[in-house]
């Protein structure tokens, strides 16, 4: 059952004026959130909303305070101000779903503001593997000065290639759609037109993304890819594997973990509902099999904007074998 935090203030905190951590099912309605340097930070925890809240980065109030009486602020800082931080997952599937951010006002986000690279809503730059196309914003306002949100760090930093975020309204894009990162990964089969250099996003209009998720053993390589083809076009694209490798304190692999059955090294395949695919995985150039390839949609039909794809389609290499059936 979810947890409602209901018409909270937080303002003036060091660093987020609410922290979601390794949560779930989380959701604050209402309230005002100003003057931190996250005002919400939603860190891995899936399945979590914002609805109504009043959300201000760097206020006029507050930036008088600090001219006035010459205090240290969050503006300048090495780090932005943001808005509403949201993160990638390690997984999607029935169990938990992306965030929903709607009926929420942003102000003071802006270049105004003198907060260099300040945004609504960022993305954070841990990558965790998957970020959910099931995060979506609705019914969203913002102040002439703010800028809606950005991918830019977290794509540049930690590669976070697979961005994608469903605005039902068109509250961000004008039109209803899908915002994804500006990336040959998420563009190369949909028709998008990039936003905007200070989003490093890219809006594709009308158009509905969905996932396939496929796990494979745990010691495949990290250098092996998945490539996708669309059947339609013939376009390609590619994109690499995530293993959440078990370590200690002292950064050293736990193999006891590391050898269980349920860890996998996961792909995510995101791509235009409705459409036909088709996969291989491959090593330096050479076709390649990992052992064994579970697939399933990390966002179920009953949960998605789209249909499912029409085919998805692996192909295991001709002759590919098991040399050794157990790995220890």
Known sequence: QRAYFINSRSFRNKQA????????????????????????DIDRSPSCSVDGATVIGFSDEYSSVVDTTMSSSHCPKPWPIRGIELH????????????????????????????????????????????????SVYGLTFDAGSEPITACDAISEEAI?????????GSIMQVP???????NRMTAFANCVTSDEVSCMAQCDGTCFRTMGLAV????????????????????????????????????IIIAEHTKTHRTRRYFATMPAGGSYTAKFV??????????VKTQYEDPSVASCGPDFTKFTVI???????????TN
């Not at 004026?17 to 919400?40: K, T």
């Not at 929903?100 to 006002?105: A, C």
């Not at 295991?316 to 157990?326: F, K, M, N, R």
């Open 17 to 40: 004026g609410v922290f979601f951590h390794n949560s779930e099912n989380l959701a604050i309605l209402n309230g005002v959130y100003s003057d931190n340097m996250i005002q919400i």
């Open 88 to 135: 990638t997952y390690w997984q999607g599937g029935l169990d938990a779903s992306g965030s929903e951010i709607k009926n929420t006002h942003f102000e003071k986000f802006g270049t105004e503001t003198g907060c260099v690279g300040a945004a609504a809503m960022r993305i954070d730059t841990e990558n965790k593997g998957y970020f959910d196309v099931r995060t």
């Open 161 to 169: 290639d697979d961005v994608a975020i469903y605005d039902i309204d």
């Open 177 to 183: 759609g899908y915002l994804v990162a500006d990336t």
């Open 217 to 252: 053993n745990s010691f495949a390589p990290d250098n092996v890819m998945l490539e996708i083809t669309d059947d339609s076009t013939g376009t390609t694209t590619s994109t690499s594997g995530h293993y959440d490798w078990p370590l200690d304190v002292d950064d050293m």
């Open 283 to 292: 090593q330096d150039g050479v076709d390649y099999w990992p052992t064994y």
């Open 316 to 326: 295991e290499p001709t002759g590919a074998s098991c040399d050794q059936l157990i």
